[in-house]
């Protein structure tokens, strides 16, 4: 049997290519891969306001606590203390106690009764005079999950130490965040 001659066609170097076959499969996982990261860039979207609401969660939980803090630093004795509730008197810079008028750099402060108080998913705090617990509560802060127990002390008899915990659910559900931090009255004798 005599074959039939083959016939080659060289192709001139110039024109050199891609099949059809080879460009529809290329075509495909090009499209896969851009609809993957379509789904990823998608995803990160929607998720995103939930941590940006999070993260200022966080950061007003952290000025909340300075502030907190450093008030019961410049404390002189706690009067009243609960697990949910603190009042403690401490030097205010403003003219009058509950006031929002400010006082001059080279006026004395104030002395005042401050009442921190967490319930519900809120925290206030209420200035008033010495001995005095009730007044215009303002709220700082809101969006917390212990309630309950945000306030520890110490000792039980007299304390001078106060601690404060404050804890951020997370709105997926995963867990959350704890902010801790406490103080020792400034003016206040330790002991034991």
């Not at 009243?80 to 003219?95: A, D, I, L, N």
């Amino acid at each position: 049997m005599i074959g039939l001659p083959r016939r080659e066609r060289p192709w001139p170097p110039d024109e050199a290519g891609f099949t059809l076959i080879e460009m529809l499969v290329a075509m495909t996982m090009g499209v896969v891969v851009m609809g993957g990261v379509l789904i990823l860039l998608i995803g990160a979207m929607r998720t995103q306001p939930k941590l940006e609401n999070q993260g200022t969660n966080i950061q007003t939980a952290r000025w909340v606590l300075e502030r907190m803090t450093r008030e019961i630093r410049n404390g002189i004795v706690i009067d009243k203390e609960t697990s949910s509730s603190v009042s403690f008197q401490t030097y205010v810079r403003h003219t009058t106690c509950g006031g929002t008028t400010n006082l001059a750099s080279t006026a004395a402060p104030t002395r005042c009764e401050v009442t921190y108080t967490c319930s519900g998913e809120s925290c206030t705090r209420v200035e008033a005079a010495p001995g005095i617990y009730t007044g215009t509560a303002r709220r700082i802060f809101s969006g917390l999950s212990n309630t309950a127990s945000v306030f520890t002390w110490s000792p039980q008899k007299s304390p001078t130490y106060i601690g404060v915990e404050l804890q951020i659910p997370d709105s997926q559900g995963s867990g959350g965040l704890t902010a801790s931090d406490g103080a020792s009255l400034r003016n206040a004798t330790l002991g034991y």
